[in-house]
């Protein structure tokens, strides 16, 4: 084994991804909105799995399972299957899972896709092993931590809610590259409208690392795309640890404890035939035609490749911005209800992706209540332009204007943000300075590169606001009179 470690990393992911947009359970009519409802209301026999009920097929779930696995350019079966999934769990009544399988005499709703990345410029295909259609469990809750908590409770108003289960073949091998998977998905689940990855619990992932030639271990349940890419790291240093000392990578399911950054085991990883797959025999296969999938894929939206093309070509933008801003969805909306009224689309949109985006991730603001419209951007845009506005206060203005969505001239002018640009003000201040400070007026009179610090003392003076290239020529012309005359 080599010294330095040097082993390839293999991961996998398998993504279990609510379709939030369904108004009703999988195999029930019970409300499919259970968040924010008090535990246990939202349930019924069907989805409790009491015997003598029925479960019946919800069409729109599968009619979003097919427009997935077309964005995932899938193969789509011609039917629907399902099994039974045995495993005792409390937050499962009903002691097996609805699900799908790929196995002889068995198929999975889709197969065979790949989704298209790129990371540190270069592109990558990451292959689709298949997607199934499932309902969820119910929702096990731990006072404090899962360690730490006496008891468990259980809501079951999660349970039956529908659920794709994404498996990636595991082409993926860096943490970075999981994270770059993971936005693109959720990207592409948001554009076709069957999920909105911001609510809780809206998609968890399960996530399999292992070295090529060890053992592998799953993450299980891991609740964010930046808590996915913490856990792998966590895992690379470990398993290289475990195995530098020459132990074994214990094939196990393992839990990711975000507040400590640390995975911890759960319990020794099932194996596929310990679930005694078999087919449910209150589902029996139903046949999709072939024109019901064309109507789907013919209303499919515009996805995040067309649209980033589309902004390359449209807004004359690189791959990095287009990227960048399409794979936030309601940031590419913003960018182009604000391009409509701003024509300068390269400045706009480095605007977005940097100060502004960073504030809204400072104040921690969900989009979906955001204050700030994009006329307001465009108007601080239009100042910055007409040389009112200098970039400094630009980025002084800003994170209030993404807080609080305030008037930008209503603010400007309330707090004095209006940039001097009057030659005999910022004359009579800098010959305060010159005044106050001979030594380093002499200094830069000796040595240019000192005007800088002359400059600096002009626009604490002025609070910012002189014009900084107004006051480099006064500073240099008063600078060049006192060394012609020696005065």
Request: with cysteine.
């Amino acid at each position: 084994m080599s010294s330095d470690l040097n082993l390839k990393t293999i991961i996998g992911l398998e993504i279990h991804v609510q379709l939030t947009k369904l108004k009703t359970k999988l195999f029930c009519a019970t409300s499919a909105d259970y968040r924010g409802g008090k535990p246990n209301t939202h349930v019924c026999p069907v989805c409790l799995g009491l015997p003598g009920t029925l479960p019946v097929v919800n069409r729109k779930a599968i009619e979003y399972a097919i427009a997935v696995a077309k964005a995932l350019n899938c193969e789509i079966s011609d039917k629907i299957m399902f099994v039974r999934k045995h495993y005792f769990y409390p937050d499962l009544p009903k002691n097996y899972q609805i699900s799908q399988y790929i196995g002889p005499g068995f198929e999975s709703i889709a197969k065979n896709g790949y989704v298209k990345i790129s990371v540190d410029g270069k592109s990558k295909i990451v292959r689709i092993r298949r997607i199934n259609v499932e309902e969820d469990p119910g929702r096990i809750v731990y006072i404090g931590s899962i360690e730490k908590s006496p008891y468990s409770l259980i809501d079951y108003n999660r349970s039956g809610v529908a659920l794709l289960e994404i498996v990636t073949e595991p082409d993926i091998e860096s943490p970075k590259e999981a994270r770059a998977f993971l936005e693109k998905l959720m990207a592409i689940l948001e554009y076709l409208g069957v999920t909105d990855p911001g609510l809780e619990g809206a998609f968890r992932v399960d996530a399999n690392i292992s070295f090529e030639g060890f053992g592998r271990v799953e993450v299980k349940n891991i609740g964010s795309i930046k808590d996915v890419e913490k856990a792998l790291n966590y895992e690379i240093i470990r398993q290289k640890r475990i195995i530098l000392q020459g132990g074994k990578i214990e094939r196990e399911t393992r839990h990711w404890d975000a507040d400590k950054g640390i995975t911890i085991s759960l319990r020794s990883k099932e194996f596929e035939e310990d679930y005694r797959y078999f087919p449910d025999p209150d589902l029996p296969p139903l046949k999709i035609s072939k024109e019901f999938i064309e109507k789907i894929i013919s209303s499919l939206p515009e996805l995040p490749d067309e649209r980033i093309r589309r902004f390359l070509k449209q807004y004359g933008l690189d791959e990095y911005r287009a990227t960048v801003l399409v794979l936030n969805k309601w940031l590419a909306d913003f960018f182009e209800e604000a391009a409509k009224i701003y024509g300068n689309y390269k400045k706009l949109a480095d605007l977005l992706i940097t100060d502004f985006l960073r504030w809204i991730n400072e104040y921690n603001i969900d989009y979906r209540k955001l204050k700030v419209k994009p006329e307001h951007v465009v108007k601080i845009l239009k100042l910055w332009d007409d040389g009112i506005l200098s970039v400094k206060m630009v980025k002084e203005i800003l994170p209030h204007v993404v807080r609080d969505g305030v008037d930008v001239e209503e603010y400007i002018k309330e707090h004095g943000y209006i940039r001097i640009v009057d030659k005999n003000y910022i004359q009579e201040v800098v010959a305060e300075v010159f005044n106050e400070n001979p030594k380093a007026v002499q200094d830069a009179i000796e040595n240019p590169k000192a005007i800088n610090y002359l400059i600096g003392l002009v626009m604490k003076k002025t609070g910012g606001k002189a014009d900084p290239q107004i006051t480099r020529e006064i500073v240099l012309e008063m600078l060049n009179k006192k060394r012609d005359t020696g005065s």
